[in-house]
């Protein structure tokens, strides 16, 4: 078994032969010119990152103008609490009458009623 030295060596000489099999072409000025054009515009263009946190601007700009992004986000979590505590601590029968013995059926229950002897169609 070879030893981590051993192999680092190996891969170091079989990178170096395989490298020197290769040819030494330069690359074209028309094709350098349009890698280098390419990663200038890419480099230009805003990052998926910087579009997402414009987005999050724009909306919390919306919902509350002129207000640092951490108040409507701690506005919508304070509310969201307080509606998840008041829906488990508000008993439902002090919501409103008690609705347990009516039985309510949507109309799509029942089967259809057409008489075709009425003569209405």
Partial sequence: MQTQEEQNAADAAFAARALSLLADEPVSAALEAR???????????????????QAIRRVSETIWPGAPLWQPAFV??????????????????????DNSDVTQTASLDAPPQLDLSAGEL
């Avoid at 200038?40 to 997402?52: E, G, T, Y």
């Fill in 35 to 53: 890698i280098l054009g390419d990663f200038d515009r890419l480099a230009a263009a805003p990052s998926l990152a910087a579009k997402l946190a």
């Fill in 76 to 97: 919508l979590a304070l509310s969201l609490i307080l509606g998840l505590a008041a829906g488990m601590l508000v008993p439902s029968s002090a919501l409103g009458r």
